[in-house]
């Protein structure tokens, strides 16, 4: 039995296949067609899929739309359509001037709405014609059942459905669903219950998302950039956020409504894309995340009195905040905290899949468990050398591939490393990554500029799983870079690289059986230098999506000043000089 999960309403669009409770693959359509988020979160792109990357999915199980047994989109527009749900028509603005607050909440609300109730038939019939194979034969209404899932379930079922435990508490915060913004809820004897929900206006997600924009960043997509500018600041300004968002007890919070004049008003002009970073705008930004950190922490305290549960599971694109993650872990009630990388949107392509799928088999079936994140695109050695060949390029087969790329690195080469699965979620895990060694403290500088990355902005560690306490405090298993630990001292003088203004690195912590290449690779460098450690950072520059094929690894490597790349068993360097 094959389950379709899609995620479109808004961005990150994505999709994932899933096999009998076994995901075969999982991919944002970003990486396919390089537009990056997919789309903006706009009401004017809500009726896009992600063809390309359902295509993908397909294509890995080896099966075309027509074998598709359960489809599963994560949003439910019954919620919002009121009266006009299950009817065949509804009024669209030409534009908006006539509206007047009326039944809906913003004039789009009908354009939003009609795109995703006829997902279906976009699904059937709008593929684009380079695609039209794989969706050839099916109509709106089959073979296939269609499946609208709440949007909060969606992110909760990416939680308890894929984390490795039998019972956890979940929490989900986001911009928004459908109404709701934040979720709690209990998953125990292999049932789901949902215990409470915040609903707009009052939204997490949405807040961090106004400052967001007002610090000069764009937003829904830019929100960890505040974080990292946060860690420079003090916390000034944190009894005017404790004004605007107050927890309310029981689980509730209120966000008072603030426009951009509002947001001028207390914290000062905004940011003019571009503009220098001043002292002011880190305080701004300490103060919401401090403010932020003490909200999620009362709110994990009430999850735990309510549930008891010694575990708590989390997503939504607000728990993409690996900061705010280390405080619920540190000082929360909970024993573990676990955390779906693909916290964001697309993660609800994997959830709502996975709901279907659980609901379709029934209880006590075999369970999948999230090891790793490596669910995307692989390329044979043959499709890569073709690639290589085909641009005429001087490159080699390493004797060990281990070995020589080492031999780079302790030469302070920074290397595109390209292996094996893609990575699914925003962050590079080692398949798709830029290596570089944390010993030399220039390292964080060279590759801001290479990525033409903001100044402030930390790079991470990966650490071999079995060292992660030798060298991180508390060092535990890490594997999605979920939260940031604190340095040991007296390990920072050896990886500056990696440590952050605050002291802290938002690590990923690797096993063997997670990744070899890259595990193989972190060993080589231990045994060459003592250091279990490397620099690792997505294989991308700003604005651009994470690479994905072949052809993205060479066009990005050639227009950047990387010095080698690892690609399959190949390597490829610059000539020394070149630059
Ligand atoms: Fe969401």
Known sequence: ?????????????????????????????????????????????????????????????????????????????SLLLGEHDGKASITLPLEPSAHNGGEWMSPWDPLFLSSIVN????????????????FAGVRHDGPFRWHFVEHHLAHEASAFLAAPFEECAVLTMDGRGERATTSYGLFRDRRYKRLKQVNLPHSLGLLY????????????????????????????????????????????????????????????????????????????????????????????????????????????????NCVMNARVRDRGPFRNVWVQPAAGDAGTALGAALWIDAQARGPGQSRWTMEHAFLGPAFSDDEIE????????????????STEVVDLLVRNKIIGWFQGRMEFGPRALGARSILATPLDAS????????????????????????????????????????????????????????????????????????????????????????????????????????????RDALESFYTTPLDALAIGPFIIEKEQGAA
């Open 119 to 134: 997902a279906p038939r976009q699904l059937a019939s709008g593929a684009p014609h380079h695609l039209r194979k794989r």
């Open 386 to 401: 073709g690639v290589l060949r085909q641009a005429k390029l001087h490159y080699r087969r390493a004797g060990d591939l």
């Open 209 to 320: 998302e106004a400052l967001t924009t007002h610090l000069g960043f764009l937003h829904s997509s830019d929100e960890y950039k505040v974080m990292a500018l946060a860690s420079y600041g003090k916390p000034v300004f944190a009894e005017q956020f404790r004004e605007i968002l107050k927890y309310r007890g029981d689980g509730e919070y209120t966000v008072r409504p603030m426009d951009a004049r509002d947001w001028e008003e207390r914290f000062g002009p905004a940011r003019e894309r571009g503009a220098a970073f001043t002292e002011h705008h880190m305080n701004v930004a300490s103060s919401l995340q401090i403010v932020l950190e003490e909200t999620v922490l009362q709110m994990a305290d009430w999850l735990h009195a309510q549930t008891g549960a010694d575990t708590l599971c989390m997503a939504g694109g607000v728990a993409l």
């Open 443 to 550: 390292m964080q500088q060279r590759l801001n500029t290479i990525k033409d990355r903001e100044d402030f902005r930390p790079v991470a560690p990966v650490v071999l799983e079995d060292k992660a306490a030798e060298w991180f405090v508390d060092g535990a298993v890490s594997p999605f870079m979920t939260f940031v630990y604190d340095v040991r001292s007296d390990k920072a003088d050896r990886i500056p690289a990696v440590r952050h203004v605050d002291g802290t690195a938002r690590i990923q912590t690797i096993r063997r059986d997670q990744n070899p290449a890259y595990h193989d690779l972190l060993q080589a460098f231990a045994a060459r230098t003592g250091v279990p450690v490397l620099i690792n950072t997505s294989f991308n520059t700003r604005g651009e999506p994470v690479v994905c094929t072949p």
């Open 1 to 77: 039995m094959y389950t379709l999960g899609i995620n479109a309403a808004y961005h990150d669009c994505a999709a994932c296949l899933v096999e009998n409770g076994q995901v075969v693959a999982a991919a944002e359509e970003e990486r396919f067609t390089r537009i990056k988020h997919g789309k903006r979160p706009v009401p004017f792109s809500t009726w896009q899929l992600p063809y390309h990357a359902i295509d993908y999915c397909l294509g890995e199980a080896g099966i075309a739309l027509a074998d598709v047994d359960h489809v599963a989109y994560s949003y439910q527009p």
